[in-house]
């Protein structure tokens, strides 16, 4: 069963999701990644009328282009890896009430913490895949930071349609990026002979 | 001149925008291998059908198109300075297009000018030989499995990796473990023996410009890339770390003289989108064959 979920989530439905979970995401949905990170981490605020209460950060340097009448389009925009943000998005959670991150490759334990502690899930889509995500954006309603970060790194705001999405780190204090390490751990041992 | 840089852009948009086929056949091979019903199946069914719309409206598989890498084989005498402006300026093209994304920062001032233009971007290698034909090949290799790139030195003791090929393979099979999935697996990997810190990189993404279904010439390699192939994919961490059948789509080792106090064992590692195109070009840089 695939989960439906419109932004702005509530913490009940955001406390609902477990690990493995399919999702399909509608609704507004804002970019943010390295530049954006350091900027709110190093105290920035957020654009004047931008709120991320219950909003959801996708961790994204899309294509983007303007077609013949001058409006923006995303032609790709698919997750960039979200490890690098480790060391600031407890932080962005807690401070602007986030109630999800879309990435890939998982986060870490300051993350899982902060999604326990605040209400929120870590969303994987799936890495690569520019085109069928670029096609569930159905308007790009605004870019903020286009200037001082450039474009891969500027803040968008998309509105998107049944975005597709897996949980791999729910509010529970459950990760999936941590149980395939320590399995492949493991397994990585037994190939190579060494002590667990 | 304009020929050229007619090439070179579609050069560019070829290799962001379609997937070779070698590469779709081993994506195509693990997703039947892959456990029905689990969001291993469901990431590879995704990426068949990104594949599939890329190549159809002619836009990029990934969003990363990465670092812009061109690989030469001309006649000595070839015109390197005029290629290399043509290539800059099908670049800046193909960006404007959409081909590429705006990718290429300023690390001392974050300044993004949107060009792809920039100090070692593009970057060019060369190769010259007495024949008489041109050989362009381009790679475009994503942020995400770059920097899941490794360098061992061997000794390394906590693998009890020896100077040899089994301590080779220890090193290479934890660089898949570090990875997980974070390089977007499953992934191909370019390695080099040997070589020094420098071309020791440069060798292993070199690698990454041969299909996946050839052979080494030596047997001993040839040997080695087939244990990593298995050994990795037995490790579990599967689509996206997903956890799975499929990490690795392909090993492909090359191996350079050391001097006797270095052992280097570096490994580049390429998502899934392994964006990699070629042609030959006549005098007038015409793309008269495509390579992959």
């Known amino acids: 069963m695939t989960h439906q979920l419109t932004t702005p989530a509530s913490e009940e439905q955001i406390r609902a999701l477990r690990v493995g979970d399919a999702v399909e995401i509608s609704g507004a949905l804002f970019t943010g990644r390295d530049a954006a990170h350091k900027y709110f981490h ?9 709120s991320f209460e219950g909003m959801i950060l996708y961790h994204c340097g899309p294509v983007v282009i303007r077609d013949e009448r001058g409006e923006w389009k995303a032609v790709a925009a698919g997750p960039t890896t979200s490890i690098r943000e480790e060391p600031y998005e407890a932080e ?42 670029a096609e569930r954006i ?22 998107v349609e049944r975005f597709p999405a897996v949980v791999t780190m729910d509010s529970h204090g459950h990760s999936l990026h941590a149980k395939v390490l320590e399995e492949s751990r493991a397994a990585l041992q037994r190939a190579l002979g060494l002590e667990g | 001149m304009r020929e050229l840089e007619a090439s070179l852009l579609e050069l560019v948009r070829r290799t962001s925008t379609e997937i070779p086929d070698d590469v779709q056949k081993a994506l195509l091979e693990s997703l039947e291998r892959e456990k029905k019903g689990t969001v291993a199946e469901e990431a590879l069914r995704i990426i068949e059908r990104n594949i599939e719309m890329a190549r159809r409206k002619s836009q990029p598989i990934c969003q990363d198109t990465g670092s812009v890498l061109f690989y030469l084989e001309a006649p000595a ?31 001392l001032t974050g300044r993004n000018d949107g060009t792809n233009v920039g100090p070692g971007f593009p970057t060019f290698h060369y190769d010259f030989h007495s024949g008489g034909e041109a050989t362009v090949r381009l790679i475009l290799k994503g942020g995400g499995c770059e920097n899941v790139g490794t360098q061992y030195a061997l000794p ?25 999935g974070k390089g977007c697996s499953p992934g191909v990997l370019g390695v080099c023996v040997g070589g020094d810190r420098a071309t020791g990189y440069e060798h292993s993404k070199r690698q990454l410009l041969r299909k996946l279904d050839d052979r080494n010439p030596n047997p001993e390699l040839d040997r080695l890339e087939r244990e990593i192939l298995e050994a990795g994919n037995s490790l579990g961490i599967g689509p996206m770390g997903f956890g799975g059948r499929t990490t690795l789509l392909g090993v492909k080792i090359g191996a350079l003289h050391r001097v006797p106090a270095s052992y280097f064992v570096t490994v580049s590692y390429m998502c899934w989108a392994c964006r990699r195109q070629g042609a030959v070009l006549n005098a007038e840089g015409a793309a008269v064959r495509w390579l992959y």
């Not at chain 1, 986030?98 to 870490?108: A, E, P, S, T």
């Not at chain 2, 040899?164 to 934890?174: A, H």
């Open chain 1, 42 to 50: 190093q105290g920035g605020a957020l654009p004047p009328g931008v």
């Open chain 1, 92 to 133: 962005i959670i807690r401070r602007f009430g986030l109630r999800g991150v879309i990435g890939k490759g998982g986060m870490g334990p300051r993350t899982l913490k902060a999604c326990r502690e605040h209400g929120c899930v870590y969303f994987h889509a799936i890495g690569g895949a520019a085109q069928v995500l």
């Open chain 1, 138 to 159: 159905r308007k790009v309603r605004n870019v903020y930071f286009l200037e001082e970060f450039g474009s891969p790194e500027a803040i968008w705001e998309f509105e």
């Open chain 2, 77 to 107: 005498g070839f015109d390197c300075v005029g290629f290399e402006e043509a290539a800059r300026r099908a670049v800046t093209e193909a960006t404007r297009r959409g081909y590429l994304r705006q990718n290429c920062v300023d690390p």
């Open chain 2, 156 to 180: 390394y003791g906590p693998l009890k990796a020896d100077r040899d090929l089994e301590g080779c393979r220890r090193v290479i099979l934890d660089a898949v473990f570090q990875a997980q």
